[in-house]
Structures are given as structure tokens and as C-alpha cells.
Nanobody
Framework: QVQIVESGGGSVQAEGSLRLSCAAS????????MAWFRQAPGKEREFVAG???????TYADSVKGRFTISRDNAKTTVFLQMNSLKPADTAVYYC?????????????????WGQGTQVTVSS
């Protein structure tokens, strides 16, 4: 049974930091690309950052220089370090796994999803 579990969300003031974690189990995910998406109220889900097995990464323009994605292949865990948070970063953050080695920015290219974790940034 595939399980994708996010943790680390919460409430923080602007310019603060949070670190999200995503643990994947139930399959051999270590060769797959993993990514973070987010969805704010009334908006569509959007790509935030993705990472390949070898550590290659891609970021949305809105988070470049502030967010860092990393992964631990041995534990099939992916992290999202979020610094200099802004109220516009407020959203539910989802971890996703793609059954391929390349990163895609469309949510439709991902096969497994977590339940999401709320991030709220106040001004």
C-alpha cells in the first residue's frame, strides 16, 4: 500500500521559516522524481519545487532563492526548507511522486499524492 505523508506545516509570521517533510513508502520510490505543490484558497494547485533521484531540482519563479528542496533516497524522504516566507505563501502544501525520473510542473504528471499540510504566513 502506497503512503505519502507530509509533516511540518504550521503558522509563522512573515520572514519566518518552516521545513516540510514528506515520507513515501509502499513502493521503491528512490528512483522517482518527487515534488511539492501548493493550493491556496480559491486558486488552482501549483508547482512549487521538484527534485530528481540524483538531486537535480526545479523551482517555481515565485519561490526561487527562498525555498530549497532536498531528498534522502535511503529513506525516500523529501524536504522543503522555506525561508523568508510571505503571506502569499499561505496554502496547503502537497507532496507528490512521479513514476519517472524527470520533473514535470503539471500536477497531472504525478501518480501519488499526500494528504497535504497547511502553511499559514501572517503579516
Amino acid at each position: 500500500q502506497v503512503q505519502i505523508v507530509e509533516s511540518g506545516g504550521g503558522s509563522v509570521q512573515a520572514e519566518g521559516s518552516l521545513r516540510l517533510s514528506c515520507a513515501a513508502s509502499g513502493r521503491t520510490f528512490s528512483n522517482y522524481a518527487m515534488a511539492w505543490f501548493r493550493q491556496a484558497p480559491g486558486k488552482e494547485r501549483e508547482f512549487v519545487a521538484g527534485i530528481t533521484r540524483s538531486g537535480g531540482s526545479t523551482y517555481a519563479d515565485s519561490v526561487k532563492g527562498r525555498f530549497t528542496i532536498s531528498r534522502d533516497n535511503a529513506k525516500t524522504t523529501v524536504f522543503l526548507q522555506m525561508n523568508s516566507l510571505k503571506p502569499a505563501d499561505t496554502a496547503v502544501y502537497y507532496c507528490a511522486v512521479r513514476r519517472a525520473q524527470t520533473i514535470r510542473v503539471s500536477e497531472y504528471d504525478y501518480d501519488y499524492w499526500g494528504q497535504g499540510t497547511q502553511v499559514t504566513v501572517s503579516s
